[in-house]
């Protein structure tokens, strides 16, 4: 079974521009959660999806938004990007989502804010 | 709001040895899972290990095992026979299995181990 895949891996752009982040999820998940990393803050949880619903997000500003399709597929989308938007960007996926059910991570989106 | 503790920035340890990377955690729910992901260089967060609460016996994978002390809210993980393929960020991560609850992972700061040849 192919593992969570992220799109794009990398990315660079400048302040005040936005930015759209995609996620595959393992073939039969269905939950989507997303992670920013940084060295100051660490691993924050973003939010999660299942089946087309957002069911939590985190202590983001409304900049930060995302969505899910009918396929499962996760997009993020950060408008207006500042300096400190600059972060590893995670996504995992998992069957259903519950806390018994095991996240599993794609390889993440690096985006560097100029 | 949960909190994770890895007190250890930064740990070494020699090819072939054990080390043991601490995690403790504040909680006032009774029924969670504690997981530990590894973080090597390429980024890539794998999942180590995991252990339900309710379970009183120690969770191993192979060269993994861990000390889950409940009461202590302490969750250590203990690598046996390191390898250099072991190098890599340590996350020790809590998830509520609380009904209705949010399933995000909460994680530590993480610990950076080296493994010395």
């Known amino acids: 079974k192919a593992g969570v895949t992220q799109t794009p891996r990398y990315l660079i752009k400048t302040r005040g521009q936005q930015v759209t982040l995609s996620c595959s999820p393992i073939?039969?998940?269905?939950?989507v959660s997303w992670y920013q990393q940084t060295p100051g803050q660490g691993l924050q949880f973003l939010f999660e999806y299942f089946s087309e619903t957002q069911r939590n997000k985190g202590n983001f500003p409304g900049r930060f938004s995302g969505r899910q399709f009918s396929n499962s597929r996760s997009e993020m989308n950060v408008s207006t990007l500042e300096l400190g938007d600059s972060a590893l960007y995670l996504c995992?996926?998992?069957?259903?989502?519950?806390?018994?059910?095991?996240?599993?991570f794609g390889p993440g989106t690096r985006l560097l804010v100029l | 709001a949960q909190t994770v503790t890895q007190s250890q920035p930064e740990m070494s340890v020699q090819e072939a040895e054990t080390v043991t990377l601490s995690c403790t955690y504040d909680t006032s729910e009774s029924d969670y899972y504690l997981f530990w992901y590894k973080q090597p260089p390429s980024r890539q967060m794998i999942l180590v290990i995991r252990?339900?609460?309710?379970?009183?016996q120690n969770a191993t994978e192979n060269r993994f095992s861990v000390n889950f002390q409940k009461a202590a809210k302490s969750f250590s993980l203990k690598i046996s026979d390191s390898q250099l393929g072991d190098a890599a960020m340590y996350f020790c991560?809590?998830?509520?299995?609380?009904?209705?609850?949010?399933?995000?992972?909460?994680f530590g700061k993480g610990t950076k181990l080296t493994v010395n040849p």
């Open positions: 995992a996926s998992s069957s259903l989502p519950s806390a018994s059910e095991t996240q599993y």
């Open positions: 991560a809590y998830r509520s299995a609380r009904q209705g609850g949010s399933e995000k992972l909460v």
């Open positions: 073939s039969g998940h269905r939950s």
């Open positions: 252990q339900e609460a309710y379970k009183q």
